[in-house]
């Protein structure tokens, strides 16, 4: 099972997948190559026939702002996931120094063909509540402590923003 910050998530909607996605992917791409001046995105699939009324090109737009970001819409692609993005980053000399296939799976989740991401690792090895039980009995763990044994460090600290955000919601 993946980390629990991959149920909770924040981020802006009024769709996970058409505006937290892209801007996970947007954010991350940043952090990799730094700001460029300019950023290509090629939409595809239901990002690309909503994705403007989804705000999917405005959440790219903003996110890779102040750079010059171009938004084209496509219907078809031919990669293995339904609904996706190409993410073009260039140089002052308008070179292509960067391109991500990135697929946008549901809920804000993504994944990028040419990035393995650490946030999709296994951080628990259990794969039912049964299995989880059991470990809970075994251990003499509570659910919350068994949890707070397989999150990282800083998983309170995200719950924390998680419960705000849903404050701030309502």
Same mark, same amino acid.
């Given at each position: 099972?993946?980390?629990?910050?991959?149920?909770?998530? !924040?981020?802006? %909607?009024?769709?996970?997948?058409?505006?937290?996605?892209?801007?996970?992917? /947007?954010?991350?791409?940043?952090?990799?190559?730094?700001?460029?001046?300019?950023? &290509?995105?090629?939409?595809?699939? @239901?990002?690309?026939?909503? %994705?403007?009324?989804?705000?999917?090109?405005?959440?790219?737009?903003?996110?890779?702002?102040?750079?010059?970001?171009?938004?084209?819409?496509?219907?078809?692609? &031919? =990669?293995?996931?339904?609904?996706?993005?190409?993410?073009?980053?260039?140089?002052?000399?308008?070179? /292509?120094?960067?391109?991500?296939?990135?697929?946008?799976?549901?809920?804000? @989740?993504?994944?990028?063909?040419?990035?393995?991401?650490?946030?999709?690792?296994?951080?628990?090895?259990?794969?039912?509540?049964? =299995?989880?039980? =059991?470990? /809970?009995?075994?251990?003499?763990?509570?659910? !919350?402590?068994?949890?707070?044994?397989?999150?990282?460090?800083?998983?309170?600290?995200?719950?924390?923003?998680?419960?705000?955000?849903?404050?701030?919601? !309502?």
């Amino acid at each position: 099972m993946q980390s629990l910050r991959e149920l909770y998530k !924040v981020g802006p %909607g009024p769709s996970s997948s058409h505006t937290l996605a892209p801007k996970r992917a /947007c954010l991350l791409f940043i952090e990799e190559y730094g700001h460029l001046p300019r950023y &290509e995105v090629d939409l595809f699939g @239901s990002l690309s026939l909503t %994705g403007r009324g989804h705000f999917t090109d405005k959440i790219i737009e903003d996110t890779l702002a102040p750079s010059k970001v171009e938004i084209h819409f496509n219907l078809s692609w &031919e =990669e293995k996931h339904p609904n996706g993005f190409y993410l073009r980053g260039y140089n002052e000399d308008n070179v /292509c120094i960067a391109l991500w296939t990135v697929f946008s799976l549901g809920g804000g @989740s993504i994944e990028v063909k040419e990035k393995k991401l650490s946030y999709n690792e296994i951080c628990y090895k259990e794969k039912s509540l049964d =299995e989880i039980k =059991e470990v /809970c009995f075994n251990e003499k763990l509570s659910l !919350v402590d068994y949890v707070f044994k397989n999150e990282d460090e800083t998983f309170e600290e995200y719950l924390n923003l998680v419960l705000t955000a849903m404050i701030n919601s !309502v």
